[in-house]
């Protein structure tokens, strides 16, 4: 191949790249940049928080129940604090120990009360604090057979009330 040749050869290829890419645009469409600004909205069915070696931390997701949860778990992977909005619009937070057994428990229910709830390592409700839905407080400690023991609370007239039972459920002490 002679210089002539070789230089009409070079003309030939640098004009069909520059065509092809020109081509490819078209076809492709609008160009993409890098993102230069923070997105205002990010949409997902699920959100993971992982760890340096990949493992989910937490996770935010809607259940096909409606409900809205978040999972944070601990260095075993399993789930330490569950926070949900129920389907019905109830909030909810509960706290699980190493073995998966609830502990404690908040939740809203459809009355309108207000509760926390202790449970010992066996899963049984121990002692229970909530606001009726009258606006009044009141407090439950059971024993471990989850039997009603002390009875504490306010009364819609505003007085203050203390009932304690035995094993039976049969009035021991109460005042007033």
């Given at each position: ?80 604090i569950l926070m949900a909005v129920l389907p019905d619009g109830r909030p909810m937070l509960k706290l699980v120990d190493e073995e998966q057994n609830s502990r404690v428990l908040i939740v809203a229910m459809p009355d309108g009360s ?63």
């Amino acid at each position: 191949m002679n210089r002539k040749q070789f230089a009409t050869m070079l003309a030939v290829v640098a004009v069909a790249g520059l065509m092809g890419g020109a081509l490819s645009d078209l076809l492709r469409g609008e160009a993409v940049f890098a993102q230069t600004e923070v997105a205002k909205v990010v949409k997902a069915e699920e959100f993971c928080v992982v760890d340096a070696e990949g493992e989910a931390r937490a996770t935010l997701r809607v259940f096909s129940n409606g409900t809205v949860g978040l999972a944070l778990m601990h260095d075993d992977l399993l789930p330490r604090i569950l926070m949900a909005v129920l389907p019905d619009g109830r909030p909810m937070l509960k706290l699980v120990d190493e073995e998966q057994n609830s502990r404690v428990l908040i939740v809203a229910m459809p009355d309108g009360s207000y509760g926390l709830t202790l449970l010992d390592h066996n899963g049984k409700y121990r002692a229970l604090l909530g606001v009726g839905s009258d606006g009044n407080p009141g407090l439950q400690m059971k024993d471990d057979e989850e039997r009603d023991r002390i009875l504490s609370g306010i009364m819609l007239s505003g007085s203050p009330t203390l009932r304690l039972l035995d094993e039976n459920g049969e009035l021991v002490w109460s005042a007033p």
